[in-house]
């Protein structure tokens, strides 16, 4: 945590309850998604690429004569041949030199927004701070434009808590906070969730 509440920020008997981080669950999507973007890569490169020219070649037709499938199979390689026999020298060499790589690209697109989810939660898990005292709930978050979200505890209306499959067996979920007038606070990936709404509701039933 890049920054901590002092004493001296509290008001007169004030205290602090509970503080509460996110989770390193928070990181788990962006490896899988980078781990995939790289295994995509690995992909790219055995398969190698292939030539524009290769899209308007078709072969023999394969299916049984007098389907459907036949017909279709036979009128595209009876265009096909007819297209490269008309073909210019130029517009042949064109597409033959132009080589294709779909699935490299589409690696990259993976890794880079893998890399860009990955610096969110590095951001996220850095900054993001939930403290509790006998007032309040204090949300803290953000590193270049810090920000303070202050929620009294008469004015709470709701805590939600949203679970995935698997992040609830290390007691994580997101924790969105409803208060009066409308303001929402939505936190991913926080550590034990219902112990701080739990402490919230006893501390205000005080």
């Not at 290769?54 to 037709?61: A, T, Y």
């Not at 990259?108 to 709930?137: G, H, P, W």
């Not at 939505?186 to 501390?203: C, G, M, R």
């Amino acid at each position: 945590m890049l920054f901590s509440r002092k004493e001296e920020d509290l008001a007169r008997n004030e205290a602090i309850i509970l503080e509460q981080y996110t989770h390193w669950w928070i990181f788990v999507i962006p490896s899988l998604l980078l781990l995939f973007g790289f295994y995509l890569w690995l992909k790219a490169v055995s398969n190698g690429s292939f030539s524009l020219y290769s899209l308007i070649v078709f072969d023999e037709p394969t299916a049984t004569a007098g389907t459907l499938k036949y017909q279709i199979q036979f009128y595209l390689q009876q265009g096909s041949q007819l297209l490269r026999e008309h073909l210019p020298d130029s517009i042949y060499a064109f597409l033959s030199q132009t080589r294709l790589h779909p699935m490299k690209w589409l690696s990259q697109l993976v890794i880079v927004y893998a890399l860009y989810r990955t610096i969110r939660a590095i951001l996220t898990f850095l900054t993001t701070k939930i403290t509790v005292t006998n007032f309040r709930v204090l949300v803290e978050t953000g590193l270049f434009k810090p920000q303070v979200v202050e929620f009294p505890k008469m004015h709470i209306d709701a805590f939600h808590i949203k679970k995935g499959l698997f992040s609830r067996f290390f007691q994580v979920g997101t924790l969105i906070i409803q208060a009066t007038g409308g303001l929402t606070v939505k936190l991913p990936a926080i550590k034990s969730p219902h112990i701080l709404t739990t402490e919230v509701v006893e501390t205000n039933s005080l």
